[in-house]
């Protein structure tokens, strides 16, 4: 099984919400990964966790905050965002961050904030 | 800092056509290189995943090369069907981060 879910599909959510973006793996993946993809580019890296551990914040502002509860899942807690954080959000795992390993995406959450 | 870049930016061909995307990057310091695909409005898909001491792979009608020394790699697709149509995006693995290239859109018309 090489899959990974996201939850919800869809979000919309007004720039006062508090919302929750999950993502989970069950490949025993010991590294996941958040992207943001606006329209027409590719994905941005975000954030990276490695053994339940932030290793890598590409400054992203902190109304968005990520949550690694376990090793087989990953949440993005959403806050007072803007309307320009609209966008693909990708969740993505692999073996470990070592830089061999092959990344797997999971579909995808549209948000879209109003 | 790494860059990636993907030629051409967009490829309409007619059924049945061999085609090739293009991939170039800026640092040879590689780990490995991936192409992937990409429906609209979805997640990616892993097509093929090169090591950087590989220098190609193969699956099913496609077929990935990689010149590390020179910064290049090739995405190369045999008889190509209208289920192709995607956009296809090359990334790099270099220092712990996944580098994307702005993709080729593909469409392939019956």
């Known amino acids: 099984d090489t899959e990974v879910t996201q939850t919800p599909k869809h979000l919309v959510m007004g720039m006062t919400n508090k919302k929750s973006l999950k993502c989970e793996q069950h490949?025993?993946?010991?590294?996941m990964y958040w992207y943001k993809q606006k329209a027409k580019k590719p994905p941005e890296l975000m954030f990276v966790?490695?053994?339940?551990?932030?290793?890598i914040n590409e400054s992203v502002p902190s109304r968005f905050s990520p949550e690694c509860p376990n090793s087989s899942l990953l949440n993005l807690h959403l806050h007072a965002l803007q309307p320009e954080d609209s966008a693909l959000y990708l969740c993505?795992?692999?073996?470990?961050?070592?830089?061999?390993?092959?990344?797997?995406f999971g579909p995808g959450t549209r948000l879209t904030v109003t | 800092k790494q860059e990636v870049t993907q030629i051409p930016a967009a490829l309409s061909v007619p059924e049945g056509e061999n085609l090739v995307l293009n991939c170039s990057f800026t640092d040879s310091a590689i780990y490995n290189l991936q192409w992937f695909r990409q429906d609209p409005g979805k997640g990616l898909t892993s097509l093929l995943l090169?090591?950087?001491?590989?220098r190609e792979q193969t699956s099913g009608r496609l077929n990935a090369s990689l010149d590390k020394s020179s910064g290049r790699s090739t995405l190369y697709i045999a008889a190509s069907q209208p289920g192709d149509s995607a956009t296809y995006l090359c990334a790099v693995t270099s220092y712990g981060k996944l580098t994307f290239g702005q993709g080729t859109i593909l469409t392939v018309h019956p």
């Open positions: 993505a795992s692999s073996r470990s961050t070592g830089d061999a390993y092959e990344q797997y």
């Open positions: 090169i090591q950087s001491s590989q």
């Open positions: 966790y490695s053994y339940e551990k932030l290793s």
């Open positions: 490949m025993g993946h010991r590294a």
